[in-house]
């Protein structure tokens, strides 16, 4: 029996819809910027255990992670030995001799953790892999510049135990035209950093892109680019889109990126409720008419959220269904009244197409006043992912 079956609900991954996004992004890369595939958030809720194989199937060779727990499952489920793993913000003292040992690189930002890297890595006689974060404007983690010169100079007289594969930073708020003279100062500042660090060691690859500056700011993407929300099918914002489209003169309304991810369960049961009569919990919802209700075995505990009651969507049958009376913990209830033939046991769809209709995840969003990314990553990791 398929594992799918043993939970009430489970997540598709499209094979195919991945491979395109892939290669419409390689195709805009600047000289051969290599790609690195962010799937921290359980790989933006789509799942790491089965999205990274299909990623590398894709010809990704690098996964940026955002924690050492992150890194252990990415090392676990990558099936290339020739895959590597960055860590771009949490690992403890405690963690980074795992990650030493086992080839993970990982950024760093402060002072203690440099030398800390350096005292670990002597002691297990391998070199640690590091990416040199600098702060540019971001004002969240990364290398002052007063302290630029003093880190330059500790790696270079450091060399057998730190091996330095990256210098970065990250440009705040690219979705958003607003902040464009915000990331030109950020640019500036990263090539100073370079140009400082270029006297002290070979320089490593550049990196500061995420999908946002990738798709706007081609000149930006130095030799490495950060991409997350792109490469599951979504635009960074609804600014970065309309940008693409109209630079690239594509027709409007077309969409070069194929959303991956599809959210479906099925109807549990289905019941007859007279006009009158309330349905669920309390007094939200009162028929008033005779209505058919499903119900669907999925709910807050699912990321179905209860902001959703009386106002969220399914697809069933092909069918928009609303939602009626207060979604609960496990179950949501389903006006069918307009559907034929609806039964027991019909698939489903709470993210995703069905027929000639779809309920994207932005306007899953919109019902829910979160971002797609918010979305994505709520979905629980106990949810079962299957590559399709």
């Not at 730190?162 to 990331?183: D, K, M, P, Q």
């Not at 991810?261 to 008033?288: H, P, Q, R």
């Amino acid at each position: 029996m398929k594992s799918r079956f043993l939970q009430p609900s489970y997540i598709e991954l499209d094979r195919s819809a991945l491979i395109n996004n892939i290669l419409f992004l390689r195709e805009r890369a600047s000289n051969g910027v290599r790609l690195s595939s962010v799937i921290k958030g359980n790989a933006y809720g789509h799942g790491i255990s089965a999205f990274l194989p299909v990623a590398e199937e894709a010809g990704i060779d690098h996964f940026s992670v955002f924690s050492a727990n992150e890194a252990e499952a990415a090392v676990r489920f990558k099936n290339n030995p020739d895959t590597n793993v960055m860590i771009m913000g949490m690992i403890r003292d405690e963690e980074l001799e795992w990650a030493i040992e086992k080839g993970v690189e990982f950024y760093l930002f402060e002072t203690e953790r440099l030398e800390k890297t350096a005292e670990i890595a002597r002691k297990t006689g391998k070199r640690a892999l590091v990416h040199l974060q600098i702060e540019t404007g971001m004002n969240r983690t990364g290398f002052d510049e007063n302290e630029w010169e003093a880190l330059f100079r500790f790696i270079k007289n450091n060399r057998e135990q730190i091996g330095v594969c990256g210098i970065c930073t990250h440009f705040a708020g690219a979705e958003s035209v607003a902040n464009f003279y915000r990331i030109q100062n950020q640019e500036k500042k990263l090539r100073k950093a370079v140009a400082l660090a270029e006297k002290y060691i070979d320089l490593p690859a550049i990196h500061a892109s995420s999908s946002a500056a990738y798709l706007t700011y081609p000149e930006k993407h130095f030799d490495m680019a950060r991409i997350g929300i792109a490469q599951y099918g979504f635009w960074p914002s609804r600014e970065t889109y309309m940008y693409h489209m109209k630079s690239e003169k594509l027709e409007q309304g077309s969409d070069p990126l194929k959303r991956v991810l599809t959210w479906k369960s099925e109807i549990m049961s289905l019941k007859n409720v007279e006009s009158g009569e309330f349905i669920g919990y309390g007094n939200v919802y009162l028929a008033g008419r005779n209505m058919k209700i499903a119900t669907v075995p999925i709910g807050y505990t699912h990321g179905f959220g209860r902001n959703l009651t009386n106002s969220g969507y399914v697809l069933i049958n092909g069918e928009r269904c609303g939602v009626v009376g207060l979604v609960n913990m496990n179950m949501i209830t389903i006006n069918v009244s307009n559907l034929e033939n609806v039964k027991k046991g019909d698939e489903v769809v709470l993210i995703g197409r069905q027929g000639d209709d779809e309920i994207t995840v932005a306007s899953f969003g919109e019902m829910t006043n979160n971002l797609n990314y918010e979305v994505l990553t709520r979905l629980p990791s106990t949810i079962p992912r299957i590559v399709c």
